[in-house]
């Protein structure tokens, strides 16, 4: 267990936000990244960097596709998306996981953008988590199968 201020919160069941440069063994993408807007941004312990995130040249054509390898199997709670960058704005996104045992991806789920929606919220059915953001603002989507929510990779 974990103890904060007074409350008692069970290690299996806490949060934890696995972008990061010390929990990510590596991120790739073939694109490339408009200057200021690179890959690296989106593990970045810099909080800046963080939140101007990737942005490939404008030039390159969708899809683009973005792998994070973890260094360790990953149990996938949920995920956000905040997929507008300045002005440009993916609408659209494909989740797949690797477990590590084969080098095959599986698509965990997918999702399409409204207008006024500003990212995407992916998470377990049943497990909808409402504490942590503001999720009005987001479009929702279900894992399609909790078999592949253990990850050694996302793309």
């Not at 290690?11 to 990061?20: A, H, R, S, T």
């Not at 990510?24 to 939140?51: A, C, P, Q, W």
């Not at 992916?122 to 503001?134: A, E, G, L, Q, V």
Request: glycine share 6%.
């Amino acid at each position: 267990e974990l103890k904060v201020g007074a409350i008692l919160i069970p290690i299996e069941k806490m949060l934890v936000d696995f972008c990061n440069s010390g929990l990510v063994h590596s991120i790739m993408t073939e694109s490339v990244s408009s200057e200021g807007y690179e890959l690296i941004n989106l593990i970045s312990s810099d909080i800046f960097l963080k939140r101007k995130g990737f942005l490939a040249e404008r030039f390159v054509k969708p899809p683009i596709e973005i792998t994070i390898v973890f260094n360790c199997v990953v149990d996938i709670n949920h995920i956000v998306i905040l997929s507008s960058v300045g002005s440009q704005k993916s609408n659209g996104i494909e989740l797949s996981t690797q477990n590590g045992e084969s080098l095959i991806f599986h698509t965990i789920s997918s999702g399409l953008l409204q207008n006024s929606e500003e990212g995407f919220l992916f998470y377990k059915k049943n497990c909808f988590m409402t504490s942590f953001y503001n999720y009005s603002s987001l479009s929702s989507h279900t894992f399609y199968s909790w078999k592949f929510l253990k990850a050694k990779a996302i793309k």
